[in-house]
């Protein structure tokens, strides 16, 4: 079956029973199309052979194709049927609607807390690396460690 991909585009509302019209001809066109294929070329008696599968596979791929035209125009019609039922939204409400619907990906509050103690760390760490402290775990010494000597490279 052949590769699908949802595209997206905007007509005004008034454009949307003409648009949907104009899908369903294809849908329609597609389905007389589809009801005169014939499986096999023998009318008394299926023919079974290669062509005949590979009409019938050629018949199931239209077959879905034309379910997700459909599909589409019913989802379509739907989201229509909604809007036209649902009360009309002033520009203020729609947008206040839109910005509550979105939520914050990173609360200022908690993005100003995280910074300050990545400061806090930054700072800790400088003042322990220019005092030359050492965390005791990471100098302890191994049983197995073994001296080497410095070398100027």
């Given at each position: ?12 509302i ?18 007389q ?5 014939k ?5 008394e ?5 290669l062509?005949?599968?590979?009409r019938?596979?050629?018949i199931?791929?239209k077959i ?6 459909l ?7 739907n989201?229509?049927?909604n ?6 939204q002033?520009e ?10 979105e939520?914050e ?7 100003t807390?995280?910074?300050?103690d990545?400061e806090?760390?930054l ?17 302890q ?13």
């Open positions: 079956m052949p590769q699908r991909v949802n595209i997206q585009y905007s007509i005004e008034d454009q949307l029973p003409s648009e949907v019209d104009r899908l369903a001809r294809v849908v329609e066109d597609e389905l199309s589809l009801s005169s294929m499986i096999s070329d023998d009318t008696q299926a023919d079974i052979s062509q005949s599968v590979f019938i596979n050629e199931r791929s879905a194709s034309l379910d997700y035209a599909m589409d125009v019913a989802n379509i019609m989201g229509y049927i809007y036209l039922s649902s009360p009309p002033s203020e409400t729609e947008e206040a609607t839109q910005e509550s619907a939520p990906l990173y609360p200022a509050g908690e993005v807390a995280k910074f300050n990545l806090s760390k700072q800790q760490f400088k003042s322990n690396s220019t005092q030359d402290h050492y965390d005791p775990v990471t100098t010494k191994s049983e197995f460690a073994q001296e080497v000597p410095k070398t100027n490279t």
